[in-house]
């Protein structure tokens, strides 16, 4: 039996060089004497001193929200009255600890947990249950600084991924991974997946960052067990389960008529067994914005007009989690979101309109512990969408409607079997199609399912090494597929102290979409029935991941490498006709990615990210880069956080683009773009919030992402957000 062996520690506010970044990185501002305090905490694990992920922290009888640490194990605590506290920390598998601190005014406080597995020792073996999948990356909404507004800007944060925008606020956000086609990354938000049935792409700017608890990012072939439209990586988004009654309000305001309104609720009922919760946004931004046109394009300065956007969300949700047995979450959602179509710069439409309502229920159960345990869930949604143009600006007018209805449904089941943690589940889709743009005698419903195995187990090896093996066997069926397609991946994990080196290998496959396969044929488009599905065979990835510590300061590094060629890439080409058509072409997938993190002391980071990606055409008529795949994209990022003022900057860089395959004709660029942030912290008596001022784009740089599609310049926010919180 474990017991759990706690350290805790305080320490400075500030470090010399958290102060020299400070002063360095945004200009000084006096800081007023406060009246409450902050904690940071650290969650390890007593093991081998690894961070521990999305450990959920509580102040013990006290006014302030829970918050859950991040990848690094690290969250602070907000708004803490001055006095002596006990600091609750609980996290599944392990045995729930707290740590006494004492607060002072305007002081930070720092305590370090390290927690022991609540599991029993095997033949010398310690058994855990891991957080996240293996290589996976994981943001906790809780930890987000104020230049994170948007679930876009958080998932395009992570090393990796490209976010393409196709205007300003609110316009359509499709995730790449590693240089891959938006249709190859599967979106799930709790189990469902929110991909288009049509166009197989997900649009991060339809969910709200408000109502998110964590995004996790599992690339290449690790993501193979979530089905076969994870083709370059999975998306996991986790809603929030309040487990206190909290409650919060949010307004801002900004540059293009933007506006947002949301707040969420939460009330535990007095038998603390069910706690129920609801919250809603509000959204809306005119879009309008000036742009320098490109000289091929005929130079000058306009105004992207019809880019306005407004949507109306909300959710209701109960949580039952009794003291045995399972726990049962129901929630309700709604979406209801209008924009304008602009179109392109060349053929810009003042009349087209976009109009999209989703209406979905999740039922989730889950039981067990770091032995044994399942977890279930089911979900239900409808989908209607609209895209009409009764005055285009070239061809006829149009209206293309549809409708789709989705039930999915996932179930897993883990449990250890002497030395070996072994695992299965199963996932299986329905639905229904309605759009007047597909063909006659095309399907009116697709399904498909599959299901997966998996096992884990840890080696000892000399020099007080170990070596974790896991592999996964996948098998799908699908209405687009021909019969059942297995997809095997094995990871083998080395680590000595601090240092660990992971190799994976493994396959995927993605299905063609629906609108590439039986859309209405036209003028300038031709379909193509024998389009085969998107292969990837024996990726390969090698990634090696270093931490150091020392004296009120740590840091990590990683190196990755990988290859991911997919064969039979859905691309669309002209042929001589210039008739458009979709074809599967070979392409070369490799690239490298590099990243580090420093932590000076609790308060002050500093991050960054450069990914080299080669996505290149096996054709030679098609000699080079994939159009659009940025090459080279890199991210640096630095927060100071002190006296409850946190600074944030974040500069990003997107490489060269091609615009058309086999020339490298009117090559768009590579673009920079430097954000910067504010939060100060506020309390009005047992009231907490904080007001953040953002600017995007400071530098104002003309950018697109996309030809013809502008992105826009310098952007201003103001942010307030108030909330209570309870025991």
Known sequence: ?????????????????????????????????QVTGEVVVEVRSAGDDAPIGNVEITVVGAPVAPVWTGADGRAVLRAVPPGDHQIRVRHLGHTPARLPVEVSNGLTSQLLFRLHPRALVLEGLDVTVEGLPEGAQALVA????????????????????????????????VPQIRGSSGDQVLVLVDGVAV???????????????????????????????????ALAGAILIETRSPRATTGQLSVEAGSFGTGVVGGTGALTLPDDDLTLSVGGEWNRSTGDFRYPVPAVRGGGVTTRLNADFRSLSGYLQGLWEGPEGPT???????????????????????????????????????DGNARRGWTASLGV???????????PPFGQAYRTETRVRQLEGRGEWHAVVRTVEVGFGADGRWRGLEANTLVEGAPDEIAGGGGWLRGAWRTALPASAALDVSATLRGDVHDLLDGLVASPSVTLLAHRGS????????????????????????????????LAPERVRGEVSVELRQTFAGNGWDAGVGLTAYRADVEGMILWFP???FVWSPDNIDVRRRGLEASFDVRAGPLT????????????????????????????????????????????????????RRTSPGTTLNELPGYARLDVALRKEVRWGGVRGSVDLAIDNLLDEPAALLVDYPLPGRALSLRLRAGVAGT
């Open 1 to 33: 039996m474990f017991v759990s062996t706690l350290d805790g520690a305080r320490r400075g506010r500030l470090s010399p060089i958290a102060a020299a970044l400070l002063a360095v990185a945004l200009p000084a501002a006096p800081v007023a004497g």
């Open 142 to 173: 809780s930890t987000l600084g104020p230049e994170t507004r948007t679930v876009v800007d958080a998932v395009e944060s992570i090393p990796g991924i490209t976010v393409v925008r196709r205007g300003g606020p609110g316009s359509a956000a």
């Open 195 to 229: 991909n288009s049935p049509l166009t197989g792409e997900a649009d991060l700017s339809e969910l709200d960052l408000t109502n998110v608890e964590r995004i996790v990012v599992v690339p290449g072939a690790r993501a193979g067990r979530y089905g076969p439209r």
């Open 328 to 366: 049962l979450r129901v929630r309700l959602h709604s979406r209801d979101a209008q924009r304008g179509s602009p179109g392109t710069i060349v053929q810009p439409s003042a009349t087209g309109v976009n109009e999209q309502e989703r209406l979905g229920a999740l039922l989730q159960v889950e």
């Open 381 to 391: 949604d409808r989908h209607d969408a609209l895209f009409a143009d009764p005055d």
């Open 499 to 530: 240092t660990t080196l992971e190799f994976v290998v493994g396959n995927s496959i993605s299905p063609p979409d629906v609108s590439d396969l039986f859309f209405e044929e036209g003028v300038l488009v031709e379909a193509n029935p024998a």
């Open 575 to 577: 042929d001589f006709r």
């Open 605 to 656: 980071s500093l991050r960054g990210d450069l990914g080299l990606t080669r996505v290149e055409y096996a054709a030679a008529v098609l000699d080079g880069q994939v159009v659009y795949r940025p090459d080279l994209t890199a991210d640096l990022a630095a927060r100071v956080d002190a006296g409850g003022l946190q600074w944030s900057t974040r500069w990003r860089y997107v490489g060269a």
